[in-house]
Every structure is written in C-alpha cells, then in structure tokens.
C-alpha cells in the first residue's frame, strides 16, 4: 500500500550536469526567459517561480531537485519522515536545516523549510511559467515508486503498465497537481525533462511564439498528456534533455485513487505522436 496524503511540497529547483553548463545556461537564460549568473562551480538561471542551476559534469544527469515546502507543520513531518535515510550533504548555499537525500538511482533530493523558496528575477514580457514537474529515467522502477511514495511520501496519481502488467511509468504527486514527478522504466537511468507550467491557452502560444523566436524547434507536440491531462509542447536543451511548456495539469483532490493506462503512444499524446522511453 503506497502513501495517499501528499507531503505538501512543490519543486523549486533543477540543478543538471553538463560537460558545457555555459551553453545550458544561455539556452535556459534564452528559451525560458530567465535571468543568467555565474556561481562557483557553474551558472544559475533565475526567473519568477523557475529557477535551474547547471554545474560541470556528465550530460543527461540530475545534480539535484529542490523542493520547497508549503508549511511549517509540513516541514516538520518531512523532517521527521527522513530521519531513518541517510543523510546527503545539501548544496553549500542552502540555509542551515534544509536536508537531502538519495534515491535508490543516487539522484539527490533536497528539501528546503517554507521561507526558504522565494525565488529572484524577472522577464516581463513573457507569460508566467512555475517551475513544476521533472522525469527520470530508470532501469528500476518499482524500487523508485517505493522509495518516493513510502520513504519521502509523494502520492502515485497514475501508473502505466504494458500487457503484461509491468509498470512501465509512473505519475507522482507532492501537493494537489498532479505530478511533480514522473519515472519511466527505461535502458539507462538518466535525466528525462522539467516542465514549466503556463496558466492558460493563450499563454502556451506565447511562449511557442518566443521558442520561434529564438530558432528553438518544438521537437514534442502540441500535444495532450493522458495522466495529468496537462497540454504540452517540448523543446530539447544543448545536452539533449527535453524541456517542457505545459498547461491545464489536473488538479488532484485528496484521496483520489490512483489511475491505471496501458503503455501505448496514445496515453503520453492523447493528440498523436509520443516519444516512448521504452
């Protein structure tokens, strides 16, 4: 039996490795309208409600998610949920009090107190966009299903599985939005995308116009995601990671039973094509 009440957080930062973080920050700073800093060790991009730091090392892999949460009783349970993991060290310009910790793919996960998630920048002439959700590919799924949904407390909104019932993804809540985390059963555990979520319609052709704008092509959709119900179009970063615009994600209520769709094309892109991770 996996959780079934969210631990009421909401993601707030991506950090990636890259063999070239100078170009993933200009094409981050560019395409997603975000403000570009160096820091020690690589480049941070900010933008109001997304912010996405790049650091030197391998291409195609998660340096960290952050997740903010959304109260301090939240906080206090979480606290107390990841007491028994082990400890990882938090990134050096984290507060004192933030934590993190490892999935069963070594990929870090920090958690920072309530007053710690603001974010700084500005980009006028563009739509909103949060920072929303990220994917991961990996070779062992279910024992990544357990490890966010029994040890850190998300919520499973939907699971796929082929015809044989393998779960072959799956769709994880930390708050009411559907998912801030996707995992997909794939060859190679890796990065997958992030996704920056637009309030309406109007807003998902604006940012298309700017991605035009720049000579960035759409390489995914328009399309309509099966679980989530979300809209979307994806983009590919320098490294080749996938970087989604979405909206209209389904907003969960609490308690909802978790949802079941078979592994074809049609459940990833309702509207026609999908890129299949295995």
Same mark, same amino acid.
């Not at 941070?44 to 960290?64: E, F, H, K, M």
């Not at 870090?108 to 007053?115: C, K, N």
């Given at each position: 039996?996996?959780?079934? /009440?969210?631990?009421? +957080?909401?993601?707030? /930062?991506?950090?990636?490795?890259?063999?070239?973080?100078?170009?993933?920050?200009?094409?981050?700073?560019? *395409?997603?309208?975000?403000?570009?800093?160096?820091?020690?060790? #690589?480049?941070?991009?900010?933008?109001?409600?997304?912010?996405?730091?790049?650091?030197?090392?391998?291409?195609?892999?998660?340096?960290?998610?952050?997740?903010?949460?959304? /109260?301090?009783?939240?906080?206090?349970?979480?606290?107390?949920?990841?007491? +028994?993991? $082990?400890?990882?060290?938090?990134?050096?310009?984290?507060?004192?009090?933030?934590? *993190?910790? %490892?999935?069963? $793919?070594?990929?870090?996960?920090?958690?920072? +107190?309530?007053?710690?998630?603001?974010?700084?920048? &500005?980009?006028?002439?563009?739509?909103? *966009?949060?920072?929303?959700?990220?994917?991961?590919?990996?070779?062992?799924?279910?024992?990544?299903?357990?490890?966010?949904?029994?040890?850190?407390?998300?919520?499973? &909104? $939907?699971?796929?599985?082929?015809?044989?019932?393998?779960? !072959? +993804?799956?769709?994880?809540? &930390?708050?009411?939005?559907?998912?801030?985390?996707?995992? @997909?059963?794939?060859?190679?555990? %890796?990065?997958?995308?992030?996704?920056?979520?637009?309030?309406?319609? =109007?807003?998902?052709?604006?940012?298309?116009?700017?991605?035009?704008?720049?000579?960035?092509?759409?390489?995914? #959709?328009?399309?309509?995601?099966?679980? #989530?119900?979300?809209?979307? @179009?994806?983009? !590919?970063?320098? $490294?080749?990671?996938?970087?989604?615009?979405?909206?209209?994600?389904?907003? %969960?209520?609490?308690?909802?039973?978790?949802?079941?769709? =078979?592994?074809?094309?049609? /459940?990833?892109?309702?509207?026609?094509?999908?890129?299949? !991770?295995?």
């Amino acid at each position: 039996m996996h959780n079934t /009440t969210e631990l009421q +957080a909401a993601l707030h /930062t991506i950090s990636l490795y890259s063999p070239d973080p100078l170009a993933m920050a200009r094409f981050y700073s560019a *395409a997603y309208g975000m403000s570009l800093e160096a820091v020690e060790g #690589g480049y941070v991009c900010r933008g109001p409600g997304r912010q996405v730091q790049i650091t030197t090392g391998p291409a195609n892999q998660l340096g960290y998610a952050q997740f903010a949460l959304h /109260t301090p009783a939240a906080w206090q349970h979480l606290r107390q949920r990841v007491q +028994a993991l $082990d400890a990882q060290a938090v990134p050096a310009h984290y507060p004192a009090g933030a934590v *993190a910790v %490892c999935d069963p $793919d070594g990929n870090r996960i920090v958690f920072t +107190a309530p007053e710690d998630s603001s974010l700084a920048g &500005s980009h006028a002439e563009l739509p909103a *966009a949060t920072l929303q959700h990220f994917a991961l590919r990996t070779q062992q799924l279910p024992q990544m299903l357990a490890f966010y949904t029994d040890q850190l407390g998300f919520v499973l &909104s $939907d699971a796929v599985r082929d015809a044989e019932g393998q779960l !072959r +993804a799956c769709f994880l809540r &930390s708050d009411h939005l559907h998912h801030a985390l996707a995992l @997909f059963l794939a060859p190679v555990s %890796c990065f997958d995308h992030q996704s920056f979520e637009a309030p309406d319609w =109007a807003s998902m052709k604006a940012w298309g116009d700017h991605m035009a704008s720049l000579r960035e092509p759409i390489v995914w #959709g328009i399309g309509r995601h099966g679980p #989530g119900n979300d809209v979307f @179009f994806m983009v !590919r970063d320098p $490294d080749g990671n996938l970087a989604e615009i979405s909206a209209e994600i389904e907003h %969960c209520e609490p308690g909802r039973p978790a949802g079941e769709w =078979a592994h074809e094309e049609r /459940t990833l892109n309702l509207w026609g094509k999908a890129i299949l !991770r295995s």
